[in-house]
């Protein structure tokens, strides 16, 4: 028991000793540099700013008479100084001066240069800081990027903007100003003084594909089965295109207040049977509803010409021949048609628009055929253009 005792009391006096050499050593060691012809002293007071190995506001070094110091954030073959940093803001420059003891406020002489001065007696250097301009672009209301004006020599964002921010679950619009107005990312920075500038990202819930031109809408809508939405920037001419609409079509179409027009689509075959025909085949799916919003079809037109007498069951609509799962909310249509030539229809139904059964909203015309059904649901129009709204 008593040596155990012994041990301990060995291990506290071992630390408390090791505590006293710590204290005093860096004293000992300043001693030793002066003793070594480092006589004078060099302190560098950052003011607000720091240094970062340390993050304090003050540095002290030990020189030989007439010898040079290496700028902060470099070093020479004898002395390494930290790099010291204050947010926003950049060192204009370390000036000889006095720190008024009361109030902390600097009185600044003539600025020391690093390349040139040599230390010749005890000295104080003083961080004249410089406030930066900046940018800085936000993101879901945090700030993700921030670019100094005159380190960067930015005179516009342009490139240097976050290219293609992320927020899951949304699309990326754009870049905006604070009152929500596009940014133009390759304007000059304003000219007002030191402001700072902020730039924010617009984004909309739900991931789109942002529509502009025709081909845009072509390209989205070229596969069998499609279930990407997509979101009109613009109004969408599609004269001259050629349209091969997907057979299944479960995504949403926000037609954001834009027309779709000049679209002339037809079908034609020699087939007696075939199944859905229209702008897009089906609509919707069992597990997701297709979804048409705020959008205006102007002038599209739906030409089936049949080789053979049609003896299978198949649906037929502008927009649709079949709907399985459909949302539909503010769609006007304006001089829009369904016409047939050639052959005759023997079994069919002719649906321009199946909202939900046994309500269908539809438009079909004859033509040059020969309509014969056991049952047409839907609108028959003579002539063949239609109007109207859902």
């Not at 005159?150 to 619009?173: N, Y």
């Not at 649906?315 to 050639?342: M, Q, R, Y």
């Not at 321009?352 to 020969?370: E, I, K």
Request: hydrophobic share 35%; with cysteine.
């Amino acid at each position: 028991m008593k040596k155990r005792l012994l041990a301990i009391l060995l291990i506290i006096f071992s630390v408390c000793v090791c505590c006293g050499l710590a204290a005093c050593g860096q004293e000992r060691m300043d001693e030793v540099i002066k003793n070594n012809g480092y006589k004078l002293t060099v302190t560098l007071d950052a003011g607000e700013g720091k240094f970062n190995d340390t993050q304090s506001s003050t540095r002290t070094l030990f020189v030989k008479p007439d010898s040079k110091i290496p700028y902060p954030g470099y070093s020479d073959m004898l002395y390494t100084i930290p790099e010291c940093t204050l947010a926003k803001h950049k060192v204009e420059g370390w000036f000889y001066g006095e720190k008024n003891a009361e109030t902390g406020e600097i009185t600044y002489g003539r600025e020391f240069s690093f390349k040139d001065d040599k230390i010749t007696e005890d000295v104080t250097l003083y961080a004249k800081w410089q406030r930066r301009a900046v940018y800085s672009v936000i993101v879901n209301g945090e700030e993700a990027a921030t670019y100094f004006v005159d380190e960067d020599k930015l005179q516009s964002l342009g490139s240097f903007a976050l290219q293609d921010p992320k927020w899951e679950g949304h699309t990326f619009m754009g870049y905006v100003d604070e009152k929500g107005a596009a940014y133009d990312l390759n304007a000059p920075y304003p000219s007002d003084g030191r402001k700072d500038v902020f730039v924010y990202t617009r984004f909309i819930e739900g991931e789109y594909k942002l529509v502009y031109t025709a081909k845009d809408f072509i390209d989205g809508m070229s596969a069998t089965n499609v279930s990407q939405n997509f979101y009109l920037m613009n109004d969408i001419d599609l004269a001259g295109q050629t349209w091969f609409g997907p057979s299944i079509f479960s995504g949403i179409i926000q037609g954001n207040g834009y027309t779709v027009r000049n679209l002339y689509y037809g079908f034609e075959s020699d087939s007696s049977r075939i199944s859905d025909i229209g702008l897009f085949g089906q609509l919707g799916i069992a597990s997701r509803a297709a979804e048409i919003k705020n959008v205006r079809f102007e002038n599209v037109k739906l030409n089936v010409s049949l080789k053979n007498n049609l003896r299978s069951d198949c649906n037929i609509g502008l927009l649709c021949g079949t709907v399985a799962n459909l949302k539909i909310e503010n769609v006007e249509f304006a001089d829009c048609a369904v016409t047939f030539t050639e052959g005759s229809l023997e079994k069919a139904s002719y649906r321009g628009l199946s909202v939900q059964a046994p309500y269908y909203y539809g438009f079909v015309s004859a033509g040059t055929g020969n309509l014969v059904s056991d049952g047409i649901t839907g609108i028959i129009v003579h002539p063949a253009e239609w109007d109207g709204n859902i």
